[in-house]
């Protein structure tokens, strides 16, 4: 299995777009199949080492990643969203 963790910095991290941003991240759940676990949460302590957002997705095989970072809703819908409200994007991916 592998584990693809993502942590968005917002450039304007009203509670507005951080939630919505968030929500958007939790609607790829049912829209692409080869996800296998799927969970986005709100940064509580906001600090300023904190990032506002972060996103976990468990995927069967590397493959299934890589056809999830093209797949249409991910690459259409999602990607240009938190690219567009995003200040920093950090990426973490494992086996697990």
Same mark, same amino acid.
């Given at each position: ?11 304007? /991290? ?12 939790? !609607? ?14 709100? +940064? ?5 080492? !904190?990032? +506002? ?6 995927? $069967?095989?590397?493959? +299934? ?6 797949? /249409?809703?991910?690459? +259409? ?15 973490? $991916?494992?086996?697990?």
């Amino acid at each position: 299995m592998i584990t693809h963790i993502v942590f968005f910095k917002l450039a304007d /991290p009203t509670r507005e777009n951080v939630e919505e941003t968030a929500l958007l991240l939790r !609607s790829m759940e049912g829209e692409i199949p080869l996800l296998r676990h799927l969970e986005a949460g709100v +940064d509580v302590i906001r600090s300023a080492r !904190s990032y +506002d957002v972060a996103l976990v997705t468990k995927f $069967d095989s590397l493959e +299934d990643l890589q056809a999830y970072q093209v797949h /249409p809703y991910h690459a +259409d819908t999602v990607v240009p969203h938190v690219r567009s409200v995003s200040e920093s994007i950090v990426t973490v $991916d494992y086996e697990s």
